[in-house]
């Protein structure tokens, strides 16, 4: 799949987070198609996303929250999907299923850009640093959302 500008950020710490504490944490890259999400997560009783947001805050805002499994992820925080099915409609189609998901939590990185081709901005670069370099900190408060 082809990353486009700050999208690829989620990727970028799923990456570089797998190498340094894949010790402590099962880390998984996200699925070439969203809806491998549903296997993936199955059978959990937490996950952490960590995703491209757009909310309107600063390019680089690092968000730490809850997401409820058994509602849409609201688009104005939702996660960016360069093929139109993301996070959202995967919980969705999980709900409408009946099959149970874990207990969500996302780690969202704010993005300026997903044009295709273009490299992530500073700001993502920046937060994408921070966050890898405190993991464990945000980890520990993506799970306490």
Known sequence: MVRAGDEAGGVEIAR??????GNCYE???KPRAAIELLEVLAGRDRAIVIDAVT?????????????????LVPRSLGGVS???FGLAEVLGFAERLGR???R?????????????GTAMSPAVVDAVDR???DFDAF???ALSA
């Open 100 to 102: 149970p998901m874990p």
């Open 55 to 71: 909310s309107g805050a600063a390019p680089g805002t690092v968000h730490v929250m809850a997401l409820d499994s058994t509602a």
């Open 131 to 133: 966050v890898v370099e």
């Open 82 to 84: 360069s093929h139109g």
């Open 104 to 116: 969500l939590c996302l780690i969202g990185i704010e993005i300026a850009s997903a044009r295709p």
């Open 139 to 141: 980890v520990a408060r």
């Open 27 to 29: 880390i998984r890259p």
């Open 16 to 21: 570089r987070a797998a190498d340094r504490y």
